[in-house]
Structures are given as C-alpha cells and as structure tokens.
Nanobody
C-alpha cells in the first residue's frame, strides 16, 4: 500500500471534515499529490492538488471552501473541507504522481498511486 488515507465520514450540510493521506514513497520522488472524488455513474474528478513546490489547483466547485496542504516532512497531504454541501457526497481518493529511479544508470519510471478511497457523505 503506497497511500494511506484517513478521515471522511458523515456530516450535515454546512459542516466540516478533514481528509489526510500519507505516502510511503520517498519525499523527493513525488511531483504532485491530490484528492479526486467519484460518484456512481460518473467519472472520477479532480478536487484539489498540490505540487512539490507548493502550487495548488482546485475544482471550481470547491474553491473557497476546501484547502489542500502538504507536510513534506511526513510526505502527506491534508484536505480541509468546510461549508460542505450534499453534492460533495462521494468517495474521495488520494493520488500521488512522480518518478522513481530504478537502476544505478539513473533510469526512471513514472508512477501514479491511488488510495483505497474514503466515503464522504453530506446530509441535507
């Protein structure tokens, strides 16, 4: 297991939740980490991401309500979700993308890790 997720659960509309995700890979190998979400019969969509340099990207639907942050020492990210709405209900997946060196010659391989998913349910 490369990504360990925690958080999520059931909350009333207007409430807050925090999701956390930690990677077991080395800090220097990850370029970007983020959270995606998926509901039945729809494609998985990006919620928020943060690069190794601290640059962030948010879905328009969560701007101003969600905040993503990264703890480089723990190789982890947090997603603070406020003012939650019923339409935020979904399974949330952590993702990490980067590059690893695979031999002494310096050959590299890209990776794209996914967490197991955590349910977020917002009741109206």
């Amino acid at each position: 297991v490369r990504l360990v997720e925690s958080g999520g659960g059931l909350v009333q509309s207007g409430g807050s939740l925090r999701l956390a995700c930690a990677s077991t890979r080395g800090i220097s190998s990850i370029n970007v980490m983020g959270w995606y979400r998926q509901v039945p019969d729809k494609e998985r969509e990006l919620v928020a991401s943060i690069t190794n340099g601290g640059g962030t990207n948010y879905a328009d639907s969560v701007k101003g309500r969600f905040t993503i942050s990264r703890d480089r020492a723990r190789n982890s990210i947090d997603l603070q979700m406020k003012s939650l709405k019923p339409e935020d209900t979904a399974i949330y997946y952590c993702n990490a993308k980067g590059v690893v060196v695979v031999n002494v010659e310096g050959a590299t391989v890209d990776f794209d890790d996914w967490g197991q998913g955590t349910q977020v349910t917002v009741s109206s």
